[in-house]
Each structure stands twice: as structure tokens, then as C-alpha cells.
Antibody, heavy 119, light 108 residues
């Protein structure tokens, strides 16, 4: 059974940077569809970024050019580098695994890490 | 982006009741709908995918139906552990999936 643990959240000012990490056990990130999904009271649940088994990445429009998803196969982790943070990026960020190769559902989720962007 | 309109936003029900939650997509999405359950402070948990396929370990009192633009999650014989918030998600346009606004199921 897969387990995902996110770390790296925190409080920071607009314009700042933060790196979230998702440590995975029970399966290998290098062969799975992995996603970052965020949740806020204002916007609800929202997909942020994904990386497929073949390394293809995608980003929701509002974070393109600011966020970068990556994975470390040796450490079995997925990361989200977040730059130029805005107040509207405030949310709980979840790491999740796609239940199939196309990400038609997310079957394993981490517990989430809170990112607060405020001056 | 494809919009998912979920209703009702909340409902009150008693243990043993049958509840129905609906999601309407802004365009046809064949059967690319997933349903999740979320409890406070926890991550979403997948219940049903491909509109009607029960995820492993999920009780059979949860059923999903629908195709095209209209989808339904039904819980028959509501149990105390079922009081939670439920979300639909369209994955027809994956990775650009979108979630519904949620339905909070509360104890009457």
C-alpha cells in the first residue's frame, strides 16, 4: 500500500519561494503518474501540476512559469518548487498518485502541507 | 476548462437514509468522473472512478451512475462514518481535471 508524506509548507510573504517535497513508499514515483493538488476555501480542490511516468509535466495556467514539478527516483520523492508566490497560492497542498497511467483518478494521497502567502 | 456543478452544497440526513448527490458537467465527458469522500483535516479518498467502478475496499452502499453530462453518487443506508464532504472530479480533460464544489453531508 502506498504512503505519501508531504513536507515543506509554511508562512511566507508574497514574492517568496518554497519547495514542497513528497516522500513516497510502497511504489516507485518513476513509473507512476504523480500530481500536486491544492485545496483552499476560495477555490476548493484544484490540480496544480503533474508528472507522468515518462517524465512529461503539466501545470495549471495560474502557476505556469512559477512552479516546477520534479522527481528524484533514487530518493523516491516528488517535489514542487514554487517561486513568485502570490496570496492566491495559499492552500493545503496534497501530493497524490494517479490510479492509472492517465491520471483518471487519484488513489493515494498524502496528508497535505499548508502553504500560507501573506504580508 | 470543463466545469462541474455539484448539488446540493449540503444536506442533512439520518443514519440509514439514502442520499443522492449530483454533478453536471459543462460538456459531455462520457464516463470520466471520479467521486471522493473527504473528512475534516484529511485528504480526499477515492470512492468511485469511471463513473461507476467502486474503488478497492469501498463499501457497496456507495454507487455511482451516469454518463455524458449528468452523474450521481448514491449512498444507501447511510452510516455514521459517512458524514463527510463529497466531491466529484472530471478527468475527461486530464491532466486539466476539475472538481465540483463539494457536498457536505451532515447529521440531521
Amino acid at each position: 500500500e502506498g504512503q505519501l508524506v508531504e513536507t515543506g509548507g509554511g508562512l511566507l510573504q508574497p514574492g517568496g519561494s518554497l519547495r514542497l517535497s513528497c516522500a513516497v513508499s510502497g511504489f516507485t514515483v518513476g513509473t507512476n503518474y504523480m500530481a500536486w493538488v491544492r485545496q483552499s476555501p476560495m477555490k476548493g480542490l484544484e490540480w496544480v501540476s503533474i508528472i507522468t511516468g515518462d517524465g512529461t509535466t503539466h501545470y495549471t495556467d495560474s502557476v505556469k512559469g512559477r512552479f516546477t514539478i520534479s522527481r528524484d527516483n533514487a530518493k523516491n520523492t516528488v517535489s514542487l518548487q514554487m517561486n513568485s508566490l502570490r496570496a492566491e497560492d495559499t492552500a493545503v497542498y496534497f501530493c497524490a498518485r494517479g490510479g492509472d497511467t492517465m491520471g483518471h483518478y487519484f488513489d493515494y494521497w498524502g496528508q497535505g502541507t499548508l502553504v500560507t502567502v501573506s504580508s | 476548462d470543463i466545469q462541474m456543478t455539484q448539488s446540493p452544497p449540503s444536506l442533512s440526513a439520518s443514519v440509514g437514509d439514502t442520499v443522492t448527490i449530483t454533478c453536471r458537467a459543462s460538456q459531455s465527458i462520457p464516463n470520466y468522473v471520479t467521486w471522493y469522500q473527504q473528512k475534516p483535516g484529511r485528504a480526499p479518498k477515492v470512492l468511485i472512478y469511471a463513473a461507476s467502478t467502486l474503488s478497492r475496499g469501498v463499501p457497496s452502499r456507495f454507487t455511482g451512475s451516469g454518463s455524458g453530462t449528468d452523474f450521481t453518487l448514491t449512498i444507501r443506508g447511510l452510516q455514521p462514518e459517512d458524514f463527510a464532504t463529497y466531491y466529484c472530479q472530471q478527468t475527461y480533460s486530464t491532466p486539466r481535471s476539475t472538481f465540483g464544489g463539494g457536498t457536505k453531508v451532515e447529521i440531521k
